[in-house]
Protein backbone atom coordinates (compact mmCIF):
# COMPACT_ATOMS: atom_id res chain seq x y z
CA UNK A 1 0.00 0.00 0.00
CA UNK A 2 1.23 3.47 -0.60
CA UNK A 3 2.22 5.40 2.06
CA UNK A 4 2.65 9.34 1.60
CA UNK A 5 5.06 10.81 4.06
CA UNK A 6 5.37 14.39 4.65
CA UNK A 7 8.81 15.79 6.08
CA UNK A 8 10.11 19.52 7.00
CA UNK A 9 7.59 21.53 8.74
CA UNK A 10 8.32 23.57 11.64
CA UNK A 11 8.26 27.18 13.66
CA UNK A 12 9.99 30.24 11.21
CA UNK A 13 9.09 33.90 12.30
CA UNK A 14 7.03 35.76 9.50
CA UNK A 15 8.95 36.72 6.62
CA UNK A 16 11.08 33.55 6.45
CA UNK A 17 11.52 30.41 4.79
CA UNK A 18 10.51 26.83 5.07
CA UNK A 19 10.07 23.83 2.72
CA UNK A 20 8.31 20.64 3.38
CA UNK A 21 8.49 17.56 1.08
CA UNK A 22 6.25 14.65 0.24
CA UNK A 23 7.54 11.04 -0.39
CA UNK A 24 5.69 8.24 -1.51
CA UNK A 25 7.26 4.38 -0.44
CA UNK A 26 5.81 1.61 -2.21
CA UNK A 27 5.27 3.72 -5.23
CA UNK A 28 6.03 6.43 -7.20
CA UNK A 29 4.10 9.70 -8.26
CA UNK A 30 4.45 9.17 -12.43
CA UNK A 31 1.33 10.03 -13.76
CA UNK A 32 -0.03 11.38 -10.95
CA UNK A 33 -0.97 14.70 -9.71
CA UNK A 34 0.41 15.58 -6.80
CA UNK A 35 -1.90 18.53 -4.36
CA UNK A 36 0.19 20.29 -0.99
CA UNK A 37 -3.15 21.40 0.94
CA UNK A 38 -3.33 23.04 4.49
CA UNK A 39 -6.54 22.90 7.12
CA UNK A 40 -7.14 25.00 9.85
CA UNK A 41 -8.28 24.47 13.31
CA UNK A 42 -11.97 23.60 12.69
CA UNK A 43 -11.74 23.52 8.80
CA UNK A 44 -11.99 21.77 5.81
CA UNK A 45 -8.70 21.30 4.11
CA UNK A 46 -7.85 23.56 1.13
CA UNK A 47 -5.66 23.10 -2.01
CA UNK A 48 -2.72 25.29 -1.88
CA UNK A 49 -0.67 24.47 -4.90
CA UNK A 50 -0.97 21.30 -7.12
CA UNK A 51 1.68 19.76 -9.95
CA UNK A 52 0.71 17.96 -12.87
CA UNK A 53 3.62 14.85 -12.94
CA UNK A 54 3.36 14.02 -16.30
CA UNK A 55 2.56 17.65 -18.21
CA UNK A 56 4.29 19.48 -15.69
CA UNK A 57 1.26 21.77 -15.16
CA UNK A 58 1.10 23.84 -11.45
CA UNK A 59 -1.68 25.81 -9.65
CA UNK A 60 -1.28 27.76 -7.06
CA UNK A 61 -4.44 29.71 -4.79
CA UNK A 62 -4.07 33.03 -4.67
CA UNK A 63 -3.11 33.67 -1.28
CA UNK A 64 0.15 31.79 -1.96
CA UNK A 65 0.99 32.98 -5.02
CA UNK A 66 4.63 34.01 -6.15
CA UNK A 67 5.44 32.68 -2.21
CA UNK A 68 5.17 29.20 -2.70
CA UNK A 69 6.49 27.07 -5.73
CA UNK A 70 6.05 23.14 -6.08
CA UNK A 71 8.10 21.25 -7.74
CA UNK A 72 9.91 17.82 -8.29
CA UNK A 73 12.94 17.31 -6.57
CA UNK A 74 14.10 14.33 -8.56
CA UNK A 75 17.46 13.93 -6.31
CA UNK A 76 15.22 12.76 -3.52
CA UNK A 77 11.96 11.75 -5.34
CA UNK A 78 9.82 13.78 -3.78
CA UNK A 79 6.99 16.85 -4.68
CA UNK A 80 8.55 19.60 -2.46
CA UNK A 81 6.77 23.04 -1.14
CA UNK A 82 9.01 25.68 -1.21
CA UNK A 83 7.47 28.14 1.20
CA UNK A 84 8.65 31.95 1.39
CA UNK A 85 7.41 35.06 2.71
CA UNK A 86 5.72 33.04 5.06
CA UNK A 87 2.87 34.65 7.27
CA UNK A 88 0.78 33.61 10.40
CA UNK A 89 -1.64 33.04 8.20
CA UNK A 90 -0.06 30.45 6.68
CA UNK A 91 0.14 28.73 10.18
CA UNK A 92 -1.76 24.89 9.52
CA UNK A 93 -0.91 21.73 9.21
CA UNK A 94 0.45 20.82 5.85
CA UNK A 95 -0.57 17.35 3.72
CA UNK A 96 0.32 15.75 0.61
CA UNK A 97 -2.07 14.26 -1.26
CA UNK A 98 -2.28 12.70 -4.72
CA UNK A 99 -4.72 11.60 -7.46
CA UNK A 100 -4.42 9.71 -10.48
CA UNK A 101 -7.57 10.84 -12.71
CA UNK A 102 -10.19 13.84 -12.89
CA UNK A 103 -9.73 17.36 -12.79
CA UNK A 104 -6.74 19.69 -12.67
CA UNK A 105 -6.62 20.44 -9.55
CA UNK A 106 -9.23 19.06 -8.47
CA UNK A 107 -10.70 19.36 -5.02
CA UNK A 108 -9.73 17.09 -2.13
CA UNK A 109 -12.48 14.52 -2.43
CA UNK A 110 -10.45 13.78 -5.59
CA UNK A 111 -7.29 13.02 -3.86
CA UNK A 112 -6.92 9.22 -3.36
CA UNK A 113 -3.95 9.14 -0.67
CA UNK A 114 -2.70 11.10 1.89
CA UNK A 115 -0.51 11.80 4.05
CA UNK A 116 -0.21 12.20 7.54
CA UNK A 117 0.56 15.82 7.93
CA UNK A 118 3.46 18.38 8.99
CA UNK A 119 2.92 21.36 11.04
CA UNK A 120 4.07 24.63 10.11
CA UNK A 121 3.65 27.26 12.46
CA UNK A 122 4.65 31.06 11.25
CA UNK A 123 5.23 33.31 14.15
CA UNK A 124 4.76 37.37 13.96
Not at 12 to 37: M, N
Request: proline share 3%; charged share 15%.
Amino acid sequence: QVQLVESGGGLVQAGGSLRVSCSASGSTFSIYTIGWFRQYPGKERELVAALDWSGGHTYYTDSVTGRFTIFIDNAKNTVDLQMNSLKPEDTAVYYCARKSSGPFPGTAAWYDDWGQGTQVTVSS
